[in-house]
């Protein structure tokens, strides 16, 4: 079974997103991805698809518990439809 994923970045680089989602599987390597930056660009992944410099890590994803313990990163366990939307969003 998939989990979805929202992470919010907390910085200050106009050229970094603001918020991260990404489709894990099972291994949690990341199946899709929507990045969002703060002038309100989109950029997307999923298997050799690569939109507005967004790229899938080659990597598994670290767990929730790990990615929260920097304070630069706000991390969400969010709903299939919630991907969806933010999804539809990007590559619409």
């Not at 970045?9 to 106009?14: F, G, K, V, Y």
């Not at 990404?22 to 997307?44: H, N, P, Q, T, W």
């Not at 050799?48 to 790990?66: Q, R, W």
Request: glycine fraction near 6%; hydrophobic fraction near 40%; charge should be negative.
């Amino acid at each position: 079974m998939n989990h979805y994923m929202k992470v919010r970045w907390l910085h200050e680089h106009a050229d970094a997103p603001i918020v991260l989602l990404s489709e894990l599987d099972e291994e949690r390597y990341e199946i899709r991805k929507v990045e969002v930056f703060a002038d309100g660009r989109m950029g997307y992944a999923f298997d050799d698809t690569e939109f507005g410099g967004t790229g899938l890590a080659g990597v598994p994803m670290p767990e929730a518990i790990d990615i929260a313990a920097d304070p630069q990163f706000i991390i969400e366990e969010i709903t299939f439809a919630e991907f969806e939307r933010y999804w539809e969003n990007a590559t619409s």
